[in-house]
């Protein structure tokens, strides 16, 4: 009715943009930062190159994610450092890179002393603090939502590809009807057919197109084989968990050196994708229907 407020935009009196700097109104007492590795924490380039670092740091270029926690000079801190080290070595599918948006595993080594430098810098004062481990990154929705058997077939679509395969020379690769495993590229396949059938072992990336699966006959026509990008194998797998373990047994470590709670993620996080009940929900690690994460497949939602 005529009586009911309007709503407008309303232009900041400050002046700020949305990567305007807001250094001034800090120190902030969270500093999380997204698609920070704990070997970014203490590299002080690092904060021109990341827009959401760079927005509330001091001295983009100069200052790091440790020189901005130190100035709350904080008496008890929660760090949860070295997810992304790995992280994102798996959602970029496990391909060789040197572009930072698809960053290789981080050393085990790089990430212990960042991680030490990080505790040590922020207890010196005598800080009290918790610090948390590394979840297994694999067990999220982003690499278990899609089958590696999500071709189902009948059987006369089994001989006709069969037959579609056989006639381009490709031997290693048959179908039957049922479910049966997407066709992904494999360096480690026979040479003259780079493909193979996913299995069990295999994780599919969420990543991969839906439509292309569905329409484009993705993972189903012999040219069109799933690329690497698009999928983890057990190696890659093994890659991963080796990481994960090596940053923990580090962490661990460090939490017992410097009297810090430990945060058992990892565990939490098994717990999850088996399915956890708290205050009478259901909660589990199934896209969307679970609960737990986030529309991106990684994150955890709010609940």
């Known amino acids: 009715n005529s009586s009911s407020p309007t709503l407008s935009p309303v232009s900041d009196p400050a002046g700020a943009t949305a990567f305007g700097n807001v250094s001034a109104a800090g120190p902030y007492n969270l500093i999380g930062v997204p698609g920070a590795r704990a ?12 827009p959401f670092l760079q927005r509330f740091c001091q001295t983009p270029g100069t200052s790091t994610m440790l020189t901005e926690a130190m100035r709350s000079n904080p008496t008890f801190f929660t760090l949860w450092l070295g997810s992304n080290d790995v992280l994102l070595y798996a959602t970029g599918g496990a391909v060789f890179s040197t572009s930072p948006l698809n960053p290789q595993i981080s050393d ?7 991680i030490t430098q990080f505790v040590d810098s922020l207890t010196k004062n005598g800080a009290k ?41 490709i031997t290693n690769v048959t179908w039957t009807a049922g479910a049966n495993g997407f066709v992904i590229v494999d ?21 991969t197109p839906g439509d292309s699966l569905s329409c484009g006959q993705w993972g189903v026509d012999p040219m069109k084989p ?6 983890l194998d057990a190696a890659e797998i093994a890659d991963v968990s080796m990481a994960i373990s090596q940053y923990n047994t580090a962490i661990a470590n460090i939490a017992d050196d410097y009297g810090l709670a430990l945060v058992d993620i990892n565990t939490t996080m098994k717990n999850l994708k088996a399915g956890i009940i708290y205050n009478g929900v259901n909660f589990n690690a199934q896209y969307i229907s679970g609960g737990a994460f986030s529309l991106d497949g990684v994150h955890p939602n709010p609940r």
């Open 187 to 207: 360096s480690t396949a026979p040479a003259q057919f780079y493909m193979r059938h996913a299995t069990a072992s295999d994780l599919i990336l969420i990543t």
């Open 39 to 50: 070997i970014d924490a203490n590299f002080p380039l690092y904060s021109a190159l990341n």
């Open 108 to 114: 085990p080594v790089q990430v212990r002393l960042a």
């Open 226 to 231: 799933l690329k690497d990008q698009y999928v």
């Open 129 to 169: 603090g918790a610090i948390a481990n590394v979840p297994d990154v694999t067990s999220i929705p982003y690499f278990t939502t899609i089958p590696w058997n999500g071709v189902v077939i009948s059987q006369g679509m089994a001989d006709s590809l069969n037959t579609l395969y056989t006639g381009k020379g």
